[in-house]
Nanobody
Framework: QVQLVESGGGLVQAGGSLRLSCAASGRTFSNYAVGWFRQAPGKEREFVAAISWGGGRTYYADSLKGRFTISRDNAKNTVYLQMNNLNPEDTAVYYC?????????????????WGQGTQVTVSS
């Protein structure tokens, strides 16, 4: 079992930045790939980014490349999502999730454990 807790969300003006954190406890966190997903009001949850066990491989939604950066610190059992140049379309609840598989995936069904989410609101 892996428990995930997101933090770092909040209200930010358009053009601003936020860094989200996903803190893990339970089983060995470094054995899991981690993904970030988001769900905007009235929309389905969508893939944002994923990072491999050791942090050497990353995978991004095409529309977010260049603005969002995923990283991890296994010594701290934490994965980060740095979000820059935010716009109102980035407003959503952001979730992190852990996947035991060695390959990176954008499919939500592949992820075994999920956090409760953190709200990000971008004002215009």
């Amino acid at each position: 079992q892996v428990q995930l807790v997101e933090s770092g969300g909040g209200l930010v003006q358009a053009g601003g930045s936020l860094r989200l954190s996903c803190a893990a406890s339970g089983r060995t966190f470094s054995n899991y790939a981690v993904g970030w997903f988001r769900q905007a009001p009235g929309k389905e949850r969508e893939f944002v980014a994923a990072i491999s066990w050791g942090g050497g491989r990353t995978y991004y939604a095409d529309s977010l490349k260049g603005r969002f950066t995923i990283s991890r610190d296994n010594a701290k059992n934490t994965v980060y999502l740095q979000m820059n140049n935010l716009n109102p379309e980035d407003t959503a609840v952001y979730y992190c999730a852990a996947d035991r598989a060695p390959t990176l995936s954008r499919r939500q069904a592949n992820y075994d454990y999920w956090g409760q989410g953190t709200q990000v609101t971008v004002s215009s």
